[in-house]
């Protein structure tokens, strides 16, 4: 009785991963094409104050 619960837990837990992937990957795809979109506040639009200029 316990063999349909072990097959089908982890299709279950499998598939749901697979569902949220592919959700969170069509999100920041959203989030990336959407100028009006908040960006994350740990990246500048610019370099910092002591940019690196390695031909200098």
């Excluded at 999100?27 to 200098?56: C, Q, V, Y």
């Amino acid at each position: 009785m316990e063999f349909p619960l072990l097959v089908i837990l982890p299709l279950a837990t499998f598939a749901l991963l697979i569902a949220f992937a592919v959700w969170s990957k069509r999100e920041t795809k959203e989030a990336i094409s959407d100028p009006h979109d908040r960006k994350s506040s740990l990246a500048k639009d610019g370099p910092g104050p002591n940019p690196f200029h390695p031909d200098r």
